[in-house]
């Protein structure tokens, strides 16, 4: 079955503390997506990654492939940081399968 | 570049209602999705569209029709609308059906059904 989970489900910050969001899948992937969505708003896509480790500005994502297991980091926060964070696995039949998201809120 | 653009943003309807939510993109996408995101769940599929005049089921497509005529469209029908699919629905693109490539999201339009 494709599963995906996240943890934390609620994750409160203050601002320029290091965040770890993580992420574990059932079955093996063709590739894991980390999503960022601001209150009221649209999805973006942050990473797409198949293996190893892939950085843009303060946010760092990393897979572990054997242990099915995906982090994103978060250096030195910022409130803007603030969003929903959603973690997507394609399998083989490459559709994507959603976390439930992790709620943000880094406080100043 | 739009990207991915999705009207109405917000809608209001009473039961037993139709409407059709608008998803349109211009980025030559063969690939276009729907789905719903419910407090406490992830995103569900509802129907998808790998190329023009091509539509497929997804995970929760009861209630909801979807056409695809043009490359740039991809309309989801409310046939009579229910208050379980109170919800705010996400259109989504990317270049073909492979999975190891990012979506592309709409906005979200918020759907509440009275």
């Known amino acids: 079955k494709n599963e995906v989970e996240q943890s934390p489900q609620n994750l409160t910050a203050q601002e320029g503390e290091f965040i770890t969001i993580n992420c574990s899948y059932s079955?093996?992937?063709?590739?894991l997506h980390w999503l960022q969505q601001h209150p009221g708003g649209g999805i973006v896509s942050l990473f797409m990654?198949?293996?190893g480790k892939k950085k843009h500005g303060r946010l760092i994502a990393t897979i572990n492939i054997q242990e099915k297991h995906s982090s994103l980091h978060i250096t030195a926060s910022h409130p803007r940081d603030s969003a929903v964070y959603i973690c997507?696995?394609?399998?083989?039949?490459?559709?994507?399968?959603f976390g439930t998201g992790t709620s943000l809120t880094v406080i100043p | 570049n739009a990207g991915v653009t999705q009207t109405p943003k917000f809608q209001v309807l009473k039961t037993g209602q139709s409407m059709t939510l608008q998803c349109a993109q211009d980025?030559?996408?063969?690939?276009m999705s729907w789905y719903r995101q419910d407090p406490g769940m992830g995103l569900r599929l509802i129907h998808y569209?790998?190329?023009?005049?091509?539509?497929d089921q997804g995970e929760v497509p009861n209630g909801y029709n979807v056409s695809r005529s043009t490359t740039e469209d991809f309309p989801l029908r409310l046939l009579s609308a229910a208050p379980s699919q109170t919800s705010v629905y996400f259109c989504?693109?990317?270049?073909?059906?492979?999975?190891?490539?990012?979506?592309?999201f709409g906005d979200g339009t918020r759907l509440s059904i009275l």
């Open positions: 079955v093996g992937i063709s590739a």
């Open positions: 989504a693109s990317r270049p073909d059906r492979r999975g190891n490539q990012p979506q592309h």
């Open positions: 990654l198949s293996s």
């Open positions: 997507a696995a394609t399998f083989t039949g490459n559709q994507f399968y």
């Open positions: 569209s790998v190329g023009a005049g091509i539509t």
């Open positions: 980025m030559n996408h063969e690939y």
